[in-house]
């Protein structure tokens, strides 16, 4: 199978798959859900013996199959903007300043980028279809107020895909900062505290973060390839591999879409479309317990959970990096896990770790089970992801 070199990013050339490793399943045989036979299930939420889920015969390869030892050697994953692009940006943003639009108001066809959207384009092919991430450098943040940062940032991902609401407030404009919350309250959202993560999936197809302002110390950003888990899985407990593909209860973390449980089922694994592509986040897995209608764990599947945590952890494997203002990270949510250290604040608050979140569909997402559609709302692309919120408003605050 010959590979898609697209060029054009920084000095680097991306490789992307130009086909699927293995042929789209049939409507008739996959559309309920990452198991083969939806006869044999009335539900896409029901569980699934271990021997029945849809698995990959071996392990996968290809661009997604990355580790970090491995990129903590180059900079190939890294595009420098140039000063041509930064210009770009800033002029697009004046441009909406103009017409008095609003962060939220902005389309693609309001933030016009001759130059640059070629290379986004070529990035978010990089995304969907070959390593799954990119870092952009050299947004001169020193140089913009709060809400002109936010609009080149907005504006820039129009170019990616549809933002997405992220909390049931309506926020498609996130902010990741300590919020003074408790973690182990179940109804606190990770990000808005100051703790550890650990590895996880958020709730769309591309995960944008613009770094404002970084924290005193601590802080660092970490991601994992999904493809390269599982095969690491699959080398170390074969014996275990196909509990990962089999459904778990997570939390929803209070925000339950109407007429909802506040759990829902789906497996850490799906193996769809000749895709592999992960849903995870442990917090909120061990959470679900508490509710007595979730389904309980069962120790096979703990002892794969806590293996394909240790995978992770493994700095063989994932790949680490410090955001400096106006750095902004990209990652294909489906195949990509992201951490982040705890950290420490300093005492003035207006030099606190600050980031800008979006999540973005894009019309070109790859084909999601329909499993996903009880946390997407839906699985078409484009419009799939997200928190509905709950008046339906959305909104892009510059603070919170």
């Given at each position: 199978?010959?590979?898609?070199?697209?060029?054009g990013?920084?000095?680097?050339?991306?490789t992307?798959?130009?086909?699927?490793r293995?042929?789209?399943?049939?409507?008739?045989s996959?559309?309920?859900?990452c198991?083969?036979?939806?006869?044999?299930?009335?539900?896409?939420?029901?569980?699934?013996?271990?021997?029945?889920?849809?698995?990959?015969d071996?392990?996968?390869?290809?661009?997604?199959?990355?580790?970090?030892?491995?990129?903590?050697?180059?900079?190939?994953?890294?595009h420098?903007?140039?000063?041509?692009?930064?210009?770009?940006?800033?002029?697009?943003?004046?441009?909406?300043?103009?017409?008095?639009?609003?962060?939220?108001?902005?389309?693609?066809?309001?933030?016009?980028?001759?130059?640059?959207?070629?290379?986004?384009?070529?990035?978010k092919?990089?995304l969907?279809g070959?390593?799954?991430?990119?870092?952009?450098?050299?947004?001169?943040?020193?140089?913009?107020?709060?809400?002109?940062?936010?609009?080149?940032f907005?504006?820039?991902?129009?170019?990616?895909?549809?933002?997405?609401?992220?909390?049931?407030?309506?926020?498609?404009?996130?902010?990741?900062?300590?919020?003074?919350?408790d973690?182990?309250?179940?109804?606190?959202?990770?990000?808005?505290?100051?703790?550890?993560?650990?590895?996880?999936?958020?709730?769309?197809?591309?995960v944008?973060?613009?770094?404002?302002r970084?924290?005193?110390?601590g802080?660092?950003?970490?991601?994992?390839?999904?493809?390269?888990?599982y095969?690491?899985?699959?080398?170390?407990r074969?014996?275990?591999?196909?509990?990962?593909?089999e459904p778990?209860?997570?939390?929803?973390?209070g925000?339950v879409?109407?007429?909802?449980?506040?759990?829902?089922?789906?497996?850490?694994?799906?193996?769809?479309?000749?895709?592999?592509?992960?849903?995870?986040?442990?917090?909120?897995?061990e959470?679900?317990?508490?509710?007595?209608d979730?389904?309980?764990?069962?120790?096979?599947?703990?002892?794969?959970?806590?293996?394909?945590?240790?995978?992770?952890?493994?700095?063989?494997?994932?790949?680490?990096?410090?955001?400096?203002?106006?750095?902004?990270?990209?990652?294909?949510?489906?195949?990509?896990?992201?951490?982040?250290?705890?950290?420490?604040?300093?005492?003035?608050?207006?030099?606190?770790?600050?980031?800008?979140?979006l999540?973005?569909?894009?019309?070109?997402g790859?084909?999601?089970?329909?499993?996903?559609?009880?946390r997407?709302?839906?699985v078409?692309?484009?419009?799939?992801?997200?928190?509905?919120?709950?008046?339906?408003?959305?909104?892009?605050?510059?603070?919170?």
């Amino acid at each position: 199978m010959a590979d898609d070199v697209v060029q054009g990013i920084g000095n680097a050339q991306f490789t992307s798959l130009s086909a699927s490793r293995r042929a789209i399943p049939s409507l008739a045989s996959d559309a309920l859900g990452c198991a083969p036979d939806p006869m044999s299930r009335p539900s896409p939420f029901a569980p699934l013996a271990a021997t029945d889920p849809a698995m990959p015969d071996g392990l996968i390869r290809g661009p997604a199959a990355w580790r970090g030892a491995e990129l903590s050697r180059s900079t190939e994953w890294i595009h420098h903007l140039s000063d041509a692009d930064v210009a770009e940006l800033e002029a697009a943003a004046a441009e909406v300043g103009r017409h008095g639009r609003s962060v939220v108001e902005i389309r693609r066809a309001h933030f016009a980028l001759p130059r640059l959207a070629r290379v986004l384009d070529a990035i978010k092919r990089e995304l969907l279809g070959g390593r799954g991430f990119v870092l952009m450098r050299g947004l001169p943040l020193e140089r913009y107020t709060l809400v002109e940062a936010a609009t080149i940032f907005w504006g820039l991902g129009t170019h990616l895909g549809a933002a997405l609401s992220q909390n049931a407030l309506g926020h498609v404009l996130g902010h990741v900062k300590d919020l003074g919350y408790d973690a182990s309250d179940p109804r606190t959202r990770i990000y808005q505290t100051n703790q550890r993560q650990g590895y996880h999936t958020d709730s769309a197809d591309i995960v944008g973060l613009l770094c404002v302002r970084p924290a005193r110390s601590g802080g660092r950003s970490s991601i994992a390839s999904t493809v390269t888990a599982y095969n690491e899985v699959l080398a170390r407990r074969p014996d275990l591999i196909s509990a990962l593909f089999e459904p778990v209860a997570t939390d929803h973390r209070g925000e339950v879409p109407s007429g909802g449980r506040p759990w829902f089922s789906i497996p850490v694994l799906c193996w769809y479309a000749g895709h592999l592509t992960g849903i995870y986040q442990r917090r909120y897995i061990e959470s679900a317990q508490r509710f007595s209608d979730a389904p309980r764990l069962t120790a096979r599947q703990r002892e794969a959970l806590d293996v394909f945590d240790a995978v992770l952890d493994d700095p063989a494997l994932h790949l680490e990096m410090d955001f400096h203002p106006g750095d902004v990270q990209l990652i294909h949510n489906h195949q990509i896990l992201h951490d982040r250290t705890a950290f420490t604040d300093d005492t003035d608050a207006q030099r606190r770790r600050h980031l800008l979140r979006l999540w973005l569909s894009p019309a070109e997402g790859r084909p999601l089970p329909l499993v996903f559609a009880e946390r997407y709302g839906t699985v078409e692309p484009g419009r799939r992801g997200g928190v509905k919120p709950a008046d339906g408003v959305l909104r892009a605050p510059l603070d919170v």
